[in-house]
């Protein structure tokens, strides 16, 4: 047989990245990946020009690895401010997505409702639906019950779906795989709240290693370290990822911001000035709203402390 003098391309989707190296599903099996360099140069502005969910062209080599010499656009992404030094650099954490799950703990860590806003703007801003799991529900106690109540209140009052789940007593499983089905979905949070404990939990032989959070801090020890995509056996793929610090909103005007803030809308039109920022303008009908109780302070802080975050550039931490 002559060789082949033309190398093989294959399409494919990027199911795992770890740094410089992407698995590529093509054609039933899974390709090793490096990236051509040009995208190195086109990605400048982001940590990582391809991510999971990309759809992607793959020359194959002749030892069974890739080159990614493609990515095809992307209907959608979730990204962030990269975090540390690199924080001038956007993070796309997965890419072309149709569910947007915002894991929190009960306790173990405790619930962070800024993370939950900042997610829910990066969900919103390309329109991918999205959903609160309280996770570890076991652990509710009398003592915390108000605070979750109030969570499940706020978020579920503006739309989204809200999931109580544990892993410990099977509570919300059936109803979180049932949400998985069919779609691509992507499972955030801090560390430590059981996204990986999730996973394993409602599909069986996935086996995502998971770890305790520490006793001495109450927080997780970000045992997942790569973005991972996972075919599910009721059909769909589910993306478990690495848990966050913080999730910094990046890649905004300011102005756009108070469009994400899906309560907000019906009031955009009628403040006094078409820029109103709804932070010290007169006659703002936002801030109206938020002092008759329609809008709630929590959120309405939430959107002060974005806000300030892109008008200022910095990094910034959830409360
Ligand atoms: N009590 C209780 N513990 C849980 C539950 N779900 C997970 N855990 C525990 O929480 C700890 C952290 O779980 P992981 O699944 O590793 O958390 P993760 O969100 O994937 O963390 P990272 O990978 O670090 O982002 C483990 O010890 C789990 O056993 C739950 O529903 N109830
Ligand atoms: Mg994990
Ligand atoms: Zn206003």
């Known amino acids: 047989m002559p060789t082949q003098k033309t190398p093989q391309h294959l399409e494919g989707i990027v199911i795992r990245a770890t740094g410089s190296w992407f698995d590529v599903q093509a054609d039933g099996c899974v390709i090793p990946a490096r990236v051509r360099g040009k995208f190195r140069l086109s990605g400048l502005n982001t940590t990582s ?25 992307r209907r959608n992404e979730l990204s962030r401010r990269a975090a540390g030094r690199r924080h001038s650099l956007r993070h796309v954490i997965a890419a072309n997505i149709d569910f947007v799950w915002i894991v929190q703990a009960v306790h173990l860590p405790e619930p962070n409702p800024g993370f939950i806003d900042r997610v829910l703007v990066a969900a919103e801003r ?29 978020y579920a009052g503006l739309g989204y ?26 499972v955030t949070g801090p560390s430590g709240v059981g996204k990986s404990s999730l996973l394993n939990a409602i ?6 290693r998971t770890a305790p959070v520490s006793e001495k801090t109450g927080k997780g020890r970000h045992t997942t370290t790569y973005v991972a995509l996972y075919p599910l056996s009721i059909g769909g793929f589910v993306v478990d990822t690495p848990g966050l610090r913080e999730f910094g909103v990046t890649d905004l005007e300011p102005a756009e911001l108070s469009h994400y803030f899906v309560e907000f809308r019906p009031y955009l039109t009628a403040c006094r000035f078409p820029d109103c920022t709804h932070e010290h303008e007169p006659d703002c009908a936002v801030k109206a709203a938020v002092e008759t109780g329609e809008i709630s302070e929590e959120r309405y802080l939430s959107y002060l402390n974005i806000l300030h975050s892109l008008k200022s550039g910095e990094k910034n931490a959830g409360p």
């Open 49 to 73: 020009p391809v991510v999971v969910g990309d759809r992607v062209t793959v020359r194959l080599n002749p030892d069974g690895t890739g080159l990614i010499v493609k990515v095809h656009p």
């Open 126 to 154: 390309y329109e991918i639906p999205a959903g609160l799991i309280i996770n570890k529900i076991d652990l509710m106690t009398e003592a915390n019950r108000p605070v979750i109540e109030a969570l499940e209140r706020l």
């Open 161 to 186: 779906q809200v999931l109580r789940t544990s892993t410990v007593t099977g509570e919300g499983l059936d109803a979180f795989r049932e949400a998985l089905r069919s779609k691509t979905s992507v």
């Open 203 to 208: 599909e069986p032989g996935l086996n995502i």
